[in-house]
């Protein structure tokens, strides 16, 4: 049970870490189109 919070706790983070990372990667594209 335990184990299964911690996989779902990472995979969260993991998905928020990859958000973050599209969001700047995005906003850089932006201004080099810019």
Known sequence: ????SLITLA???VLLIGADRFV???GA??????
């Open 11 to 13: 995979g969260l983070v």
């Open 24 to 26: 700047v990667g995005a």
């Open 29 to 34: 594209t932006a201004r080099n189109l810019g």
């Open 1 to 4: 049970m335990l184990l299964d």
